[in-house]
């Protein structure tokens, strides 16, 4: 069964950039579509950024023009550059597969606070 590990979150100053991380178990990333998601406090988790095969993106209205998706098949590897943080980009993030129906992981923390 294939595992995701996400890292990276942490507390940062409006304005400001983490890059996030997700380590997966399984050499999946050559295979299957991926995306990243967030869950804020009381709200339900949404969609942020889907990464084909070939690399191409597509972002959440919220978030393009301020994050980027990417992907490293040989390190099973996957980042998002979150840059120009906003209060409202406060929550758990989490990647997974959209080609297959995969268990979460556990997340990443990502508060934006001044």
């Known amino acids: 069964q294939v595992q995701f590990v996400e890292s990276g979150g942490g507390l940062v100053q409006p304005g400001g950039s983490l890059r996030l991380s997700c380590a997966a178990s399984?050499?999946?990333?050559?295979?299957?579509?991926m995306g990243w998601y967030r869950q804020a406090p009381g709200k339900q988790r949404e969609w942020v950024a889907t990464?084909?095969?070939?690399?191409?993106?597509t972002y959440a209205d919220s978030v393009k023009g301020r994050f980027t998706a990417s992907r490293d098949n040989a390190k099973n590897t996957m980042y998002l550059q979150m840059n120009s943080l906003k209060p409202e980009d406060t929550a758990v993030y989490y990647c997974?597969?959209?080609?297959?129906?995969?268990?979460w992981g556990q997340g990443t923390q990502v508060t934006v606070s001044s």
């Open positions: 997974n597969s959209i080609s297959i129906n995969r268990t």
């Open positions: 399984g050499n999946i990333f050559s295979t299957e579509i």
């Open positions: 990464i084909f095969r070939g690399g191409s993106t």
